[in-house]
């Protein structure tokens, strides 16, 4: 991540994950944290080399449609994801944070 804020405005109030903890070396260092939504965790880290900006990750649920209309009814102007059918034929919806890194959501046809 590149900006503190976006990253807290994007994973904690649109994606309503919880704040873990956080960590800075020392003041005006680069900070790393933990956000969560039940079993689901995402380190974020400001630090150069830690990662590359554009990564996706999957993320399997069996609450797609609600999980979607909770983060459509939010509002939020930088993103508003549909539900699509996969070629894999699941139904998914991405979100892309402010730092381009996509989180594919989806919702298993298999039971």
């Known amino acids: 991540m590149f900006d503190e804020a976006k990253a807290k405005a994007f994973y904690l109030e649109f994606l309503s994950m919880s704040l873990d903890w956080e960590h800075c070396f020392e003041p005006d260092s680069p900070i790393y944290m933990q956000v969560s939504r039940d079993d689901l965790a995402f380190h974020l880290s400001e630090h150069s080399g830690d990662c590359s900006p554009g990564s996706k990750t999957f993320v399997n649920t069996d609450q797609l449609e609600a999980l979607h209309h909770e983060i459509t009814s939010k509002g939020y102007r930088?993103?508003?994801?549909?539900?699509?059918?996969?070629?894999?034929?699941?139904?998914?919806?991405?979100?892309?944070?402010?730092?381009?890194?996509?989180?594919?959501?989806?919702g298993s046809s298999t039971t």
């Open 78 to 106: 930088y993103c508003r994801p549909e539900i699509t059918n996969a070629p894999w034929g699941d139904r998914v919806f991405i979100v892309v944070d402010p730092f381009s890194n996509r989180i594919l959501f989806n």
